[in-house]
C-alpha cells in the first residue's frame, strides 16, 4: 500500500517521491505516472517549473478523482503503457530539460516587468571577490621548476 504523500488539484506525489497525474474529467478520469528528470526539486517546484513529463503508463478509468485516488492508495490500479503519451513526454522532457528553461507565464511575466525567478537547479548566482588578486606570489622566495627538468 502506497500512500499519498503531497497532493495540490489533480497533481500528487507519493511516499517513494514519484509524481502522478489526475487527467480527464471527474467522471471519467485516469492516472498517468509523470517522470522527472531533475533531482533536489521540492514538489512544488516540479510543478512549477514544470519538470515531469508522461512515462507513457495509464491507468483504467474511474468514476471520481476520489476513486482514483483511493485505488493508487489500495493498490489497485490496472496499468498499461500507452506509447503515443510515452513519445509525447519525451518531446516534452527534452524541451523542458535545457539549463535556461522556464514555463512561458514566467517568461511573459517577466517580460512584462514581473520578479525574475532563477531556476531552483541553476544553484545561487556567485558574487564577484571582494578582494583584487595579489600582484606577487605569495612566496616570492619559492623556486619554480622548468618544464625541462624531470620531475621525480
Known amino acids: 500500500m502506497v500512500r499519498i504523500q503531497q497532493r495540490q488539484g489533480r497533481h500528487f506525489m507519493d511516499e517513494e517521491g514519484r509524481v502522478f497525474w489526475i487527467n480527464g474529467p471527474e467522471g471519467f478520469c485516469y492516472l498517468s505516472e ?3 528528470w ?11 517549473w514544470k ?7 495509464v ?11 483511493e485505488a493508487f ?13 510515452r513519445q509525447m513526454g519525451d518531446q516534452m522532457a527534452l524541451h523542458r530539460s ?6 512561458t507565464a514566467m517568461k511573459l ?6 520578479r525574475f525567478e532563477p531556476a ?11 578582494c583584487p588578486l595579489p600582484a606577487e606570489p605569495s612566496h616570492p622566495r619559492r623556486r619554480r621548476r622548468s618544464l625541462k627538468e624531470p620531475v621525480h
Open 34 to 36: 509523470q517522470r522527472q
Open 38 to 48: 531533475r533531482s533536489g526539486l521540492t514538489f512544488q517546484q516540479v510543478l512549477k
Open 51 to 57: 519538470q515531469c513529463a508522461p512515462s507513457g503508463l
Open 59 to 69: 491507468s483504467q478509468r474511474f468514476c471520481s478523482i476520489k476513486e482514483a485516488c
Open 73 to 85: 492508495e489500495h493498490n489497485t490500479v490496472q496499468w498499461s503503457l500507452d506509447l503515443y503519451l
Open 98 to 103: 535545457g539549463s535556461d528553461y522556464k514555463p
Open 109 to 114: 511575466a517577466e517580460a512584462s516587468g514581473g
Open 120 to 130: 531552483p537547479w541553476a544553484g545561487r548566482p556567485q558574487a564577484p571577490l571582494s
